[in-house]
């Protein structure tokens, strides 16, 4: 029996600045290269979001579309808490993951209201960061990649994403990044970090397998993937003068 | 004669910067006049007495910008425009002390100035352009730009100069509100492509935010269909056929940008047939389908600098050809490409720069197949020519703007002094 595997991508119209949403294609794909059929369906208006899906992606925007966004969330809320209660993996990137806080305080003193599906919320900070970072996480070893976000999160103290080797991450000092509660992933990484981080990418897919009933091996195309992963990987750690892989 | 003293002292330094330097040191004399006379720079570019033009955008800027230069002269006009997209005011100041007189006057009747939507909306306070063009707004140079809202907002501070007509892009919803706004103050004129255009791009056109109607064609200048390096446009309900300097849809938008930005200069004395021939013989662009002989087998050049012009170039690729990649250093985060749809490349035979690893596997998740990866770019490329030349296609390199800039070195070919910022 064919595995079938199907990815929801939240408003990749609107959350997709960083290619964040092609985290979706990502999944797809790997699962594919391991035996499986995949789709992946963007979900711009709540009625697209299919009945059961088997992991959600969901992107960074622009803060012009956070109150669009967000309002789709809205519309999803139940179908989303569901999926997290049921170890559904959720990845959530940059406005993404402050989208599904409790919130996101601006300048000037107003708050976009978040879905509270995750601890934590995100604050105003001195700077925008736009630099590689380098996280070192329990579940997932080491993550590489890139972060551009104007806020910080505070919050997530209790249950991290990992330590920030190089870089910022949550900000205000706090060392560290992301936060994760059960399969639900939010994180700063923007870009096509499943693709960079192949082990987060296998450890998610490997759980929606296990929730079909069946294993997941990686496929050969994803060995040879991992391969341009750990080149590109190599480069980056080489520049920031952190200890190879 | 206000700023003669400033002019005497830009001279004397420019010769002492060319002793040094033969050819070089082309920004010191501006840096040095702006100095001593800041306010020389606004003062030349506002004393045109058919006015000044600025052309601002995301992409498109440069050959709408070369194009518009050609329309306006081939109608008989003196144009100033900037050499190189030297953007920076030192660039610019350099250039007008070129030609200026002592007074700080220049004899030409019109500026045309390509301007970077950053330096642009910095400088524009203290200029009163007649004619504000503007092409789009993509998602490019995130790293610096952050979002498409920042680059809209620096453009509705350009715009906001204009004394006379602001032309847009009618297909960029960011565009057309940002016209709306200024509506009671200024005329507008638009350019567009057709329904049908818009249909046959496979990948859309690129826009940050697309408006919902396309232009009807009685409104303003519009791209009716594009076939290779030809364009047909309707201006004033007229077709006209034009030669376009490299292939592509991008390339017809930025003809009609052209075209709607010369009627607005030009107003009754517009000749759309002189322009479309002056626009047509404008020789192909650098590095964006341009084809070069190498030591006797040609290879075409296909440059990407943002996910739009990288979506479009590909698209237009042919599939058969065997193709070098490369992207460079230039590209600091190359996450957001990843929109970007690869797969109608099908394969890659060398992927190489500095970025190669990250180009590789953004590949390798669009199923292109990659010959191999090759860090060393002289190397790639001297592997790349030296295989035997294929049965079908032209051997293709494709890449970023700082890759290409070593390619050519490495070839020997000119300095390219086209590549924008
Ligand atoms: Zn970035």
Partial sequence: MTVSITVAVIAPSLLNTNGDAENAQVLARRARWGGAEAVVVPVEHPDDLPPD??????????????????????????????????????????????????????DDNTVTEGLGLVAGRAVANTARVSDDIVVASPRFGRLVGFENHARAYVGAEGSPLGRVAYGVGNGRDSSQEGVVMGEVIGTHLHGPLLAKNPAMADHLLASMFTRLGAGYVAGERAVEADKHAARARAAILERLGQTAD | MRYAPAIL?????????????????????????????????AHALNSFAGGLVIVSGSSGKSTTTKMLVAALRAHGRSVFTNPSTANISQGLTSALLEEADLSGRIARDIAVLEMDEGHGALIAPQLSPRVVALTNVMVDQIDRFHDPEMVAGMLARIAHRATGTVVVNADDAHLVELAEALHDRVQFLRFGVTTEVLDRSRHGLGHARQSEERLPAADGVLVTAVDGRLATLSVDGFEHTINLPARGVHYATDAAAALATAKAVLGEAFDAGVA????????????????????????????????????????????DAPKLFAIGSDVRDPSYFWPVDTSALGSVDIVSGSKAAELALQLAYDDVRIGRVEDDLARAIDDFLAAPPPSRGMKTIIFSADSMRRTRAHLGLTADTEVVS
């Fill in chain 2, 9 to 41: 002292v830009g001279r004397s330094v420019r010769t002492l910067a060319r002793l040094r330097k033969p050819g070089g040191g082309s920004a010191v004399p501006g840096l040095v006049v702006n100095r001593i006379a800041p306010g020389y720079l």
């Fill in chain 1, 53 to 106: 899906p088997d992991a959600i992606v969901i992107g960074s925007g622009s803060d012009a579309d956070l109150e669009a966004a967000r309002d789709l969330l809205l519309a999803i809320h139940d179908e989303l808490r569901v999926a997290a209660t049921r170890g559904v993996p959720i990845l959530a990137v940059g406005t993404g993951l402050e989208l599904l806080s409790w919130g996101i305080e601006h």
């Fill in chain 2, 276 to 319: 479309c021939a002056a626009i047509g013989a404008i020789p192909p662009v650098f590095g964006r389908g341009e084809v070069v002989s190498i030591d006797g087998q040609n290879v075409e050049f296909v440059l990407v600098q943002n996910p739009a012009s990288f979506q479009l170039n590909i698209d237009t690729v042919d599939t």
